[in-house]
């Protein structure tokens, strides 16, 4: 894991397995960083924030450590290895596309193997600390999580069709899930709505990113909604599904879940999103779609929070 390479023009050009092995490259990035790279960290990160926000929800007080610490874990590593099995699946698509081509598989800065032998030794262990110390419900439903986006998602879903974020989006949208029975060992409704807040929130969230990379998409025939329809109409389909995410959002006040200042935030922060989905579509600027994808991660990030400070200060 200490081995330092380099990263030359050259070593993008390779398409074996071996192509880490066979090139001598040089980076000022430490290899491990290059591992934690294929975790996608960033978007395990704010999944995690879904998953303990779930968890704190399920119960009055506060969480018992000797559950918060095994179960974030498990769903942290599970989640990670679903990533890295996604860079390994995609790493042909990823070399072609330039949001992609520097990823450390197709560069060749890790092989195929050993980005194997990594991803399962994160399921190995997270599976063990979620089914050994948490419960075995929560073990299956994350390791469903990860065949969903790493297996049905992305080996199937992403190819096949322009519903695959719809559909696939179950995966992403599961954490919070998790998270509540983790402490609970049962499927609540209240968890489910949180489910369905991420689920709403996933099409437009990738969508905006997909109008801006279209041509990224277009070049290695993967079928995302402005490729097979057009920008125009995953324009329309933002917007809408940003009205249905507003609606979706006032139900954890109205069924008694949360309150006001919940109210407050998620009214606040869907007026914006839906503000940037309508500029998107009838006034767009150059960085219209990125500003809207960017603003997609702040909104549910604090969606989540506000949700946890509702639950915590207003009993
Ligand atoms: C099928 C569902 C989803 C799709 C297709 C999707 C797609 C993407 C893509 C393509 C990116 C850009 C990544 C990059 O440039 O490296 C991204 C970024 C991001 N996504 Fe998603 N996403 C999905 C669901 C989610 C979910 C459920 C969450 C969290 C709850 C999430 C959180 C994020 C975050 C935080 C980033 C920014 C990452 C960064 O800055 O590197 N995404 N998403
Ligand atoms: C166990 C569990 C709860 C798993 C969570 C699943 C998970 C990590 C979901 C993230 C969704 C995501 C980033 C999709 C993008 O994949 P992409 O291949 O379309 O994007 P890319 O082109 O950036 O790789």
């Known amino acids: 894991m200490s081995k330092t390479i380099t990263d030359t023009g050259a070593a993008k050009s390779l398409s074996t397995d071996n192509r880490a092995e066979s090139v001598s490259v040089s980076s000022s990035v430490p290899l491990w960083r290059e591992y934690y790279e294929i975790t996608k960290p960033r978007v395990v990160a704010l999944l995690v924030l879904t998953a303990l926000v779930g968890m704190c929800l399920a119960l009055p007080g506060a969480i018992p450590a000797s559950i918060m610490v095994p179960s974030i ?15 390994i699946v995609d790493q042909q698509i990823d070399a072609k596309m330039a949001r992609t081509s520097k990823r450390p598989l197709p560069n060749g800065r890790i092989t195929t193997n050993n ?27 994350t390791l469903s999580g990860l065949v ?4 049905i998602y992305t080996m199937y879903l992403k190819r096949a069709t322009p519903q695959n974020i719809t559909i696939g989006g179950l995966a992403g949208a599961i954490p919070p899930l998790l998270g509540w ?23 437009p969230h990738f969508w905006a990113l997909a109008i801006h990379r279209r041509d990224d998409y277009a070049k290695v025939n993967i079928p995302m909604l402005p490729v097979t329809h057009g920008i125009n109409f995953t324009k329309t389909q933002i917007l809408l599904y940003t009205v249905l995410l507003f609606i979706v959002s006032l139900i ?14 998620a009214v606040v922060l ?10 998107l579509k009838f006034n767009a600027e150059q960085d219209t779609a990125m500003q809207t994808f960017r603003f997609s991660i702040v909104h549910l990030m604090l969606l ?3 949700l946890l400070a509702d639950h915590y200060l207003l009993p």
């Open 73 to 87: 874990a498990g769903i942290w590593l599970l989640s990670s290895a679903s990533a890295a099995i996604n860079h």
């Open 115 to 141: 980005a194997i032998v990594f991803a399962a030794i994160l399921s190995v262990i997270g599976f063990t600390l979620l089914y050994v110390w948490v419960n075995p419900l929560t073990a299956w439903l």
């Open 148 to 151: 969903g986006y790493s297996v």
């Open 181 to 203: 029975t983790s402490v609970t060992n049962e499927i609540h409704p209240h968890a489910l709505l949180l489910v369905l807040l991420v689920f709403t929130w996933t099409p």
């Open 252 to 265: 954890p006040y109205l069924v008694g879940m949360s309150s006001w200042l919940y109210l407050l935030g």
């Open 270 to 279: 869907n007026v914006i999103f839906l503000g940037y989905a309508w500029k």
């Open 304 to 306: 989540f929070v506000i």
